[in-house]
């Protein structure tokens, strides 16, 4: 089954469960208790089909990617040589690279150019990119947020206040304004993953080592930021959008375990209008579960379905991602963001590096390599992402 086919049975699946809801709440508008577990039944099924979806999108995605050609077309007239790339960007370097990890000797000696302070080599930039690749896809706010490379700590000019425009008569004197600056500091936090992998497997010809090494430091460290990206303290990790230090809080829920349409529209209009334009709602799948089965002002349900592959689903029209590290709904927690994430601003540090470990595992017949990132994420203008908080108990 197409991704399309699967789109459309899901909103199928929806409209009959808006129509199973529409005619099953009784005068006081909740389900029996035998309604509720056959539309629990619906709502797993529903949730099927999104997991269905996002594996199928992400089958295409891995199927365009190894259907493309492994080399340029056979032509009459001679291509002109390339020129060869400098650094790690080179050819001997990626080579040199794949020795190293796997213990063999440097034929160009040229990794030495590239070494960090804990003893390892930075990756090739074809290696990078495919890790860079591989965290956007598994790292919602990667994918959401401003990334931008730094060399050190970044201090960021924010206005605090703004100049104020007056009317002034002719020949009279100006007023003068006084806007205000405040400044926000990027550092960078390391974060580190160690795999292990035998001696055996190294000594494997057809194992894809780089590949392999490649989609775990993705997999792990994509894990490790979004959390960090949602929820961390600020303390040896980034600062989390869902904390006190995040996002605005726009509204507060008048419950600890339950939001409202009217509140989730008022999120919707605390957020100033500029930054609606490319607003987008973020929270985790529980509190997406509550959100489906209300209505807004109009009697049209907010959660809508995405039809189209590569398209998310959307809440009051705006486009709706979901991260578990989201806190979920509970006392004082903040359960939703919306806001232009572009206001989140993540900082990559110099270049990611692999050491490989001879000796602490050579008892155990493996071979050890630590994966190392430098990397920190904060809000830059907390205005521009507002939050619901959740009513304390």
């Not at 129509?19 to 539309?39: C, I, M, Q």
């Not at 055996?200 to 490790?224: C, H, K, S, T, W």
């Not at 602490?360 to 904060?378: F, H, M, S, W």
């Amino acid at each position: 089954m197409t991704v399309i086919e699967l789109r459309e049975k899901r909103a199928k699946l929806w409209k009959t469960m808006e129509g199973f809801l529409d005619t099953h709440r009784n005068d006081k508008g909740v389900l029996s208790p035998e309604d509720d577990a056959t539309y629990a039944a619906m709502e797993k099924d529903l949730n099927d089909l999104s997991n269905e979806v996002r594996r199928a999108e992400r089958k295409d995605a891995i199927e365009a990617e190894l259907n493309k050609a492994v080399s340029d077309p056979i032509k009459e007239t001679p291509e002109p040589q390339k020129k060869e790339k400098p650094g790690r960007a080179s050819n001997e370097y990626k080579e040199d690279f794949g020795r190293h990890l796997r213990g063999r000797t440097l034929l160009h000696n040229v990794l030495s150019e590239s070494t960090d302070a804990d003893g390892g080599y930075l990756v090739p930039d074809e290696f990078e990119s495919f890790i860079v690749a591989g965290l956007e896809e598994t790292n919602v706010i990667r994918s959401l947020a401003k990334v931008i490379p730094t060399s050190n700590d970044r201090k960021i000019p924010v206005a605090a206040g703004h100049s104020v425009a007056t009317w002034t008569a002719e020949n009279a004197p100006y007023t003068e304004s006084n806007p205000t600056f405040g400044q926000k500091e990027i550092d960078t936090f390391k974060l580190t993953d160690l795999i292990r992998i035998s001696v055996e497997l190294l000594q494997d010809a057809a194992f894809p080592l780089e590949e392999y090494i490649a989609n775990e430091i993705a997999r792990a460290f994509g894990v490790a930021e979004e959390q960090a990206f949602c929820v961390g303290t600020g303390n040896g990790q980034p600062t989390g959008i869902f904390t006190a230090n995040g996002g605005t809080v726009g509204v507060t829920a008048a419950a600890a375990n339950a939001v409202t349409a009217d509140e989730l529209v008022s999120l919707v209009y605390s957020l100033k209008s500029p930054y609606r334009r490319n607003a987008k709602f973020l929270m985790n799948d529980t509190t997406v579960a509550a959100i489906r089965k209300l209505k807004d002002l109009n009697g049209s349900y907010m959660w809508q379905p995405s039809v189209q592959a590569g398209q998310p689903d959307k809440i009051l029209g705006y486009e709706l991602y979901t991260s578990p590290y989201a806190p979920s709904m509970a006392a004082s927690a903040f359960a939703v963001a919306f806001g232009d994430f572009k206001n989140y601003w993540i900082a990559d540090r110099a270049g990611r590096t692999v050491q490989r470990l001879n000796e602490l595992y050579a008892t155990n017949g493996q071979i050890g390599y630590v994966a190392t990132e430098r990397v920190d994420g904060k809000v830059i203008l907390p205005e521009g992402i507002q939050l619901l908080k959740m009513k304390a108990s």
